[in-house]
């Protein structure tokens, strides 16, 4: 009955820039914590940007490059990317949870989005 959809993905050269959405429906989005999250192959999957209990979390390496949002009134959270580089390829997943203190805990999950950036 929960479902996070996200959308945007593709391939992209490095210096683009890509914008992520993620749909959530099944239940109302205000009272949820939301978060990005991504897993590149062979690694361990790492929060990339979230917005918690506090200001909004970015991982390092993604500041300045990355902008984390939400529409409550539509249900969507979204993710900016620009300036992309290789190392963000990687399949993007979109998560609510409860307000932990960087990130969305005990989360619902979206499928996945394969982000990747190549020349």
């Known amino acids: 009955q929960v479902q996070l959809v996200e959308s945007g993905g593709g391939l992209v050269q490095p210096g683009g820039s890509l914008n992520l959405s993620c749909v959530v429906s099944?239940?109302?989005?205000?009272?949820?914590?939301v978060g990005w999250f991504r897993q590149a192959a062979g690694k361990e999957r790492e929060g990339v940007s979230c917005?918690?209990?506090?200001?909004?979390y970015y991982l390092d390496s993604v500041k300045g490059r990355f902008t984390v949002s939400r529409d409550n009134d539509k249900n969507t959270v979204f993710l900016q990317m620009t300036n992309l580089k290789p190392e963000d390829t990687a399949v993007y997943y979109c998560?609510?949870?409860?307000?932990?203190?960087?990130?969305?805990?005990?989360?619902?999950w979206g499928q996945g989005t394969q982000v990747t950036v190549s020349s």
């Open positions: 998560a609510i949870g409860h307000w932990g203190v960087t990130c969305p805990t005990n989360n619902y």
């Open positions: 099944g239940r109302t989005l205000d009272y949820y914590a």
């Open positions: 917005i918690s209990s506090g200001d909004p």
